[in-house]
């Protein structure tokens, strides 16, 4: 059996960070994500799913993302039974997140904050990681490539398998 969610998608609003009474962080937030299809003249509809995430995830993703940030998620889908105020049996379907990662730049996090879920809080007086993309070298100035150890790729590296039966599974 397989229970596997893989997200992208922009956070709704600030991801809250608490601690369960043993200490141990939890982070909630609600993700908005677009579905891929839409029907003929019509917008794509957006699905707002909640997100669990536990301990160092937990703490990561509210250092370093805000309001309207677009994220990575995968994770799990969890259920659970609760009964509500009015003493009726509810069901919560919820999004375990395992590994998050970023999915914009500082620059295009910054620009988000003008789209429907963004506010004014995208990275900003957070040491967040960036990318910084590879500086081209002056002609001439080519760094030498260090000697490799790996195969060239060509055919005659591999020994030919001449049956089935030579085969190790």
């Not at 939890?26 to 301990?55: H, K, M, N």
């Not at 990561?60 to 805000?66: A, L, N, T």
Request: proline share 6%.
């Amino acid at each position: 059996m397989l229970n596997k969610v893989i997200l992208v998608g922009r956070l709704c609003a600030e991801p809250e960070l608490r601690q369960t009474s043993s200490g141990v962080q939890v982070c909630t937030f609600r993700l908005a994500v677009q579905r891929a299809y839409a029907p003929r003249g019509a917008e794509r509809a957006t699905d707002f799913l909640s997100i669990v995430a536990w301990r160092q995830q937990a703490d990561f993703i509210s250092r370093y993302f805000h309001k309207g940030n677009m994220i990575a998620i995968d994770g799990h889908i969890e259920t659970r039974s609760y009964t509500d105020r009015n003493n009726q049996q509810r069901t919560a379907f919820e999004i375990i997140a395992e590994n998050v990662s970023f999915v914009e730049s500082r620059a295009s996090a910054s620009a988000s904050a003008g789209n429907d879920f963004a506010g004014g809080n995208s990275f900003a007086g957070n040491a967040a990681p960036s990318y910084e993309p590879p500086q081209p070298v002056p002609a001439g100035n080519v760094p030498q490539q260090p000697a490799s150890n790996f195969s060239s790729g060509d055919f005659g590296d591999f020994q030919e398998i001449d049956s089935d039966e030579d085969l190790p599974f």
